[in-house]
């Protein structure tokens, strides 16, 4: 698992070289991202600002901590001709009753979560009208692939926590504004009264910029077209014109549980491999960091997090193209730990644990790393305002739920551990 590019060094590394928040955010801004938010957007956050006034009730008996398991969900906005991925956010939430020793709570609650920008998806994208063809099913209007809205009612996992997946969000809020992080809002409720409640972004972008060189300048369905004419000259294949097509029906995808053709390469293997030797041209046209091209754009600040102020980027986590298109590992299985970089500072920690990623491990008191820290890629403190909001609510600061008083009734007497007590 180890496809660190730098590992335990860049810990090491010399803190005048790297460079700093702003000017990561100023070289940001240069290749075409908005972390200066438009007008627009700095409405909202002001708005959302004076809402995160209303901090939570400190006496209260539960605390509940959000999380969505990828730090960002692509998927495509238009179904007519090719699906690279659905309509697919799903969405955590760990329930905690506060005690002098909390309680990680599975059962006796209701967990309700609603996305109040996005009440409706229908009007958006097309994905309804393909899914039949695409997945086999009909799907009720904003009902998602695994049967769950855009509002209802959360699941224990079995993992210690309660969870909604496959929530059908898009980019897209009611008013038609475009918002690639819209908050959900998570709600705990027992015998019926709410006793906690908590924001937490479902983020997700279309940005996919392909078209940046297949059919540049032209309409998304030229762009499509242009994808599917290449691959059927390249690969024997019959796919334009021929409705809808769903690529991990032939390359294996473990994001969607397809185990495609047999002697196909993966979805992410042939992306990567094949695009690994094209990706030159983008730095000519002055964009800096490749894996924008597709994930998912260079507008979309898909890795928002504190890495990001400091001036770690993708590669240094992932390795490049070919390295990610490296036969030997497992797409969406052999994934960055926090663990390969950190342990060199704090030795004392557990991270992940064992055969885990960090978006399925626990650590002190069985709580989910991504509760305290933030999904991948947007762990605290973030850039965007609506990742930090949830820590804001409930602990007055950004940046990982460090406040013992969050879960702890009184102050404990002993000190923290990071790992999990089991
Ligand atoms: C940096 C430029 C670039 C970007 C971005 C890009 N492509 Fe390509 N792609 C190419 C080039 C160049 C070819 C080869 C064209 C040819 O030789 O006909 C290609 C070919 C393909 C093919 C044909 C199969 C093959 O042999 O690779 C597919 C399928 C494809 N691209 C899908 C995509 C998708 C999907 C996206 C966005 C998620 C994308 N590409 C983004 C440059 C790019
Ligand atoms: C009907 C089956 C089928 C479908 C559907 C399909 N592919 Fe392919 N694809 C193939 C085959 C076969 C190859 C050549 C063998 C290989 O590379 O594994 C291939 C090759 C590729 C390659 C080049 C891989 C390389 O290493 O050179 C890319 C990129 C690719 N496909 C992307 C896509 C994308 C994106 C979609 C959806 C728009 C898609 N494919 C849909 C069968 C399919
Ligand atoms: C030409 C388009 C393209 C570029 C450029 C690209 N990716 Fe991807 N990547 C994809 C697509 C499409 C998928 C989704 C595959 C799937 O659904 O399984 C993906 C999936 C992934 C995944 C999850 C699956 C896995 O293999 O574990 C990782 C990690 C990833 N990309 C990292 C990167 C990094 C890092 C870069 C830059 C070095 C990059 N990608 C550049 C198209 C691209
Ligand atoms: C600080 C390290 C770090 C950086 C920087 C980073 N990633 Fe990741 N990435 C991770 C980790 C850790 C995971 C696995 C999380 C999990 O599944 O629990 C991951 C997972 C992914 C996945 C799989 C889906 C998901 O969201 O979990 C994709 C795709 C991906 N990264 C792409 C990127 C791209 C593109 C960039 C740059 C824009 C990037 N990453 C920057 C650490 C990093
Ligand atoms: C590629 C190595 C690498 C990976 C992987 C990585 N980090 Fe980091 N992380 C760093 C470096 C380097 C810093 C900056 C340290 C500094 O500025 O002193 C950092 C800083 C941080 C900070 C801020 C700490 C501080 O003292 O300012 C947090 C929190 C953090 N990382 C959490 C995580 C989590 C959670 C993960 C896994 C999802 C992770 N990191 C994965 C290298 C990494
Ligand atoms: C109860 C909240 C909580 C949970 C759960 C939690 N952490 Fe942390 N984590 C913290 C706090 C607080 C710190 C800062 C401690 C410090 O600076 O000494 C931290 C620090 C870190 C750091 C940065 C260490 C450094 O070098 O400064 C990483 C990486 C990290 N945690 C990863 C994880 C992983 C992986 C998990 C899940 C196995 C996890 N955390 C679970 C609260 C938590
Ligand atoms: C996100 C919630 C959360 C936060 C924040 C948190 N804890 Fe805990 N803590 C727990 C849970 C849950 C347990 C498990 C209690 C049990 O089952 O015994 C626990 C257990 C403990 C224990 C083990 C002894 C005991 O009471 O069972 C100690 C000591 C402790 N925490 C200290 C701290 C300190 C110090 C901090 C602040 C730096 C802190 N905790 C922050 C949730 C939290």
Redesign the pocket.
Known sequence: MSLIGVSGTA?GADPASEPTGKQAAEAYRQIGGFLQPPPRRQQQQQQQQQQQQQLQPVNSSYVVLGFNDLGMHCMNQDFSQLCILPPYNSLHAQVIRRGREPRVVSSGVTVRYRIPSNTTSVTKTNFWQFAPQLFGVNLLPDVGLAGNGLEGVMTPTGDNDWAAIGIPVTPIDDNGFLNPYPLAKIQVESQGVAVATTRAVVPVSWEISCNLCHAPGATNAMVDADILQRHDQKHGTQLLGSGSVLCASCHADPALGTVGVPGVSSLSHAMHGSHADRVQPLADMGYVNACYACHPGFKTNCQRDVHFAKGIYCTQCHGDMAAVANPARTPWIDEP???S??AA??HE?????PGKL?KE?????N???????GSPHA?GPALTVEDNIQAIEHQGYAG???KCTV?HTSMPNET?E???DD
């Open positions: 810990l730990t926090c663990g970089c950190h500072r704090q920690f557990d991270f992940e644990e960090f491990s626990r650590g002190h008191g709580v989910h790393c991504a509760a305290c820290h762990v990982v739920i460090s879960c923290f990071h790992k999990r």
